[in-house]
Structure formats: C-alpha cells, structure tokens
C-alpha cells in the first residue's frame, strides 16, 4: 500500500475514473508513484518528463490491460513493419533501415535503440483503412437469398506506438477525407474512433524523406496522444515524453518517471532537428497547384511514362492514398455471394473504366492523374496537399521514380522533359 498522501483517488485526480475504464479497472494506487504528483502529469499535459527505456514494456502492458491491441514496429520479411506486439522483445532494437530511390535494406545499428530507423513500406492506414473488408455476403435460401451483414469490425481499440510526425500528418489527412465531409466512412470511422496514438519522433532522416519541406516533420506538432523521443548517451537509454491528450497524460501516469532536465530536452530537440537538416530532399510547394495546373501537356509526363511501370506501388505505400473498389464475387454453387471492398489505384487500368473503357489507358495519363491529384487538385478538394513527405512512394518505386525529382523538372520547366 502506498503511503497517505500518495495515493490516486477520483475526488483528488478527476481523470482516474476514466483512466479505470481504459486501462480495465486498475485499483488506485496500485502502480502510481510518487513522481507523478511531483512532475505534474495529471494536473495539466505541459509536464515534459524521461523515463527508462524498460519501462517501455510497462506502458505495453498497461495498454494490454486496458483493452486496447497495440501495434507497432517490428521486423519482418527484411522489413520493419507494424503488427501486433505485447513485448518490447519484438520491436526492431538495434535495427536501422538504409533507403534511396528503389532500394530499402535493414542493418544493425550500433546501439540499441528501438525506434533507430524511419519508415517501412506500410502506414497506419493498414489498420485504419484495411486493405479489404467484406462489405457483406448472401446465401441462398430456397428461391431468395439472405443477406449477411457480417462485416468484420474491429472489437477493440486500437493503440498505436511509433506514430511518425509524417504518419500524424498522413492519418490527418484520412480523417479529413474519410470523416470530415458529408459523407463518413463508417468501416474507417469504427478503427478511428478510440484509437491512441503515440508518436516518436525521428532522430534521423532516410535520404528518401522529405517532410521537412511538407512542414509535416519530423517533429510531431500535433494529433498524438503522447510524443516520445527516443534518447541514449551518458542519461542512459531513456524516453523524453509529453503528453498530448488527457489520456496520454493517463497513460504516462503508469509509468515510473522523472521531470526532465533542460538537457534532456535540449539533446532530444538537437537529435528531431539533426534529422530536418539531414534531409536533402525537398518539395518546393510555392505556386506548384498552379504549375501542374498549367503543364497539362508537358514533356516530362512522356519521360515519366518511359519508366514507369504502372506497378501501383507507389499508391500501395502511400500512407494518405484512400482509393478503392467494389468487388463481387460468388460460389462456384452460386448459393454463397460476398461483396469486398479492396484498396486500388489510379495506376490500374481498371480504375478509370467507365462504360465503353477507361478513361486513362496510358502510363503518362496515370502518373500525371496521381501526382496532379496528391500535390494539386488534393488543395482544391480537401484544403492542403496530399503529400506528407513519407518518401515511402520513392523508395518502393522498383524503379526509383522519385516525385521530387519530377516536380523539379516540371518546375524548372526542361521543354524536353529531361530533369
Ligand atoms: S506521395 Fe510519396 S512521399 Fe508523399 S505521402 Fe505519398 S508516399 Fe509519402
Ligand atoms: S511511379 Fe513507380 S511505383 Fe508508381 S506505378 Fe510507376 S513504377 Fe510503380
């Protein structure tokens, strides 16, 4: 039992009674410490504070215990990707990911950091906006059929760890698409809603990034329930955390912290910042709906088409593309329907089809509808551009188209389409 004066009660912490229905009925007191009333988390979300890397897995568990299923980095297939995870044993620490136009390679890093690499080939949209759902089946019943409204939905709140700033900015933008309109997706709205998430920011730059000139990061600014920076040198192996929410505060309140110093602070800031100057690559976004806008015609979409496969990788990884489609399909008894909806791509053939055939039936009429659409018409239909800087689209080009480049050249204006 902790001594008076320490113990966590509704009448003194008023969010205890909602962070008892998050974390699954916790008794009061049993995993408070002291340090929490000293450094002010619970009290207001402005406390900045550190804490062992180890204690990791207390915040793991803590969200274990409150229902939620936590998803986060972890190796796979020669990628870090996000899956399920209940122990620190399994994120990526030590691993690092080495990234140009086409190439990823995953390699030890020196230290044991958990959170040492950028971005692998999946977004948070994997969980959000899953890649395909059952709308519905039907089985037939004598002459008629009945419908199925067997939709899988999600029956647990999602907790997302190692939210990127560029991810923030990117599920951002899915909620102003998918839920910030007249129309609301419902199969999105369902594993949006009750989702936390903690971000970590970068302390290094892929040389495929470029959310520094997006203004999307790699400093979080907002959108997390809790930030964290992954820090190591002479304090240790800790995190620098802030709370973004209520209940990232009660989160935070979990774990065994300590106020942060000045310096702890300031080696976090140098690391996020280091990470911006790193980048090399950039978009100059100044004028550049307009420019697209204008160059319907120009050469550099016929030099674009010679290299591009039409593949839809690009789409695929893209951590704020949100198309799909309808699919239909039945049993070989034609006793059993089912209606699936898939992710799909502007790249596709298919996509465009109206009756009669598509409307983009070349690779120059698809790679300018995408790029067009992300960087320009996105401003028109949503209020800002489509584009968080990820760097995912270069990197899982398999050949290393990099939209950097070709917004470059479209500016710079090469008449021949040469960059
Ligand atoms: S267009 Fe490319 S860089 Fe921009 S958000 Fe999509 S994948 Fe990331
Ligand atoms: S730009 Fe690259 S990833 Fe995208 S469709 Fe073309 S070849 Fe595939």
């Known amino acids: 039992m902790l001594p008076e004066g320490l113990r966590l009660t509704s009448e003194r912490k008023p969010g205890i009674q909602s962070f008892r229905r998050l974390l699954g009925g916790l008794v009061a007191g049993e995993t408070a410490f002291a340090t929490h009333e000293e450094v002010g988390i619970g009290r207001g979300m402005n406390s900045t504070v550190t804490f062992a890397a180890t204690e990791l897995q207390t915040l793991i568990g803590a969200l274990l215990r409150g229902g939620y299923h936590v998803i986060g980095p972890t190796l796979r297939d020669g990628a870090i990707v996000y899956d399920r995870l209940e122990s620190i044993n399994v994120l990526p620490g030590g691993w690092t990911d080495e990234q140009a136009p086409g190439h990823y390679h995953l390699k030890r890093r020196e230290d044991g950091a958990f959170f040492g690499y950028t971005v692998g080939p999946q977004g948070w949209k994997t969980y959000l906006h899953p890649p395909e759902v059952r709308l519905w089946s039907a089985q037939r019943e004598g002459q008629t059929f009945r419908i199925l409204n067997n939709e899988a939905r999600p029956n647990v709140p999602l907790a997302f760890l190692g939210v990127r700033a560029c991810e923030l900015a990117a599920i951002a933008l899915q909620d102003r698409v998918l839920l910030g309109d007249k129309y609301r997706d419902r199969i999105y709205a369902e594993r949006r809603d009750g989702a936390l998430l903690i971000a970590v920011q970068c302390a290094q730059s892929a040389s495929t990034c470029f959310c520094a000139s997006m203004g999307t990061g790699p400093a979080a600014s907002g959108g997390a329930d809790a930030v964290l920076t992954e820090l190591s040198g002479p304090g240790g192996h800790r995190f620098l955390a802030r709370a973004g929410s209520s209940r990232g ?144 689209c270069i990197t899982w080009c398999p050949v290393g188209i990099d939209i950097t480049e070709e917004v470059r050249a479209l500016r710079d204006g090469d008449t021949h389409g040469n960059s």
């Not at 309140?253 to 000045?262: G, I």
């Not at 910042?273 to 100044?286: H, L, S, V, Y």
């Open 249 to 392: 505060a009660e989160l935070l309140m979990q774990l065994k912290v300590t106020p942060a110093t000045e310096s702890d602070v300031q080696q976090a800031e140098a690391a996020v910042d280091a990470a911006a100057t790193a980048q090399t690559r950039r978009i100059d976004c100044t004028g550049l709906k307009e420019i697209l806008y204008q160059n319907f015609e120009h050469p550099r979409w016929e030099n674009v088409a010679t290299r591009c496969l039409t593949c839809a990788n690009c789409t695929m990884v893209c951590p704020t593309c949100f198309c799909t489609s309808v699919e239909d399909t039945s049993d070989v008894t034609g006793n059993h329907a089912e209606r699936w909806r898939r992710w799909d791509s502007c790249f596709t053939q298919m996509f465009s089809y109206i009756h009669g055939g598509s409307i983009r039936t070349s690779a120059k009429a698809r790679y300018r509808q995408w790029m067009t659409h992300k960087l320009a018409a996105w401003i028109d239909q949503f209020g800002s551009s489509g584009c968080v800087g990820c760097g995912r």
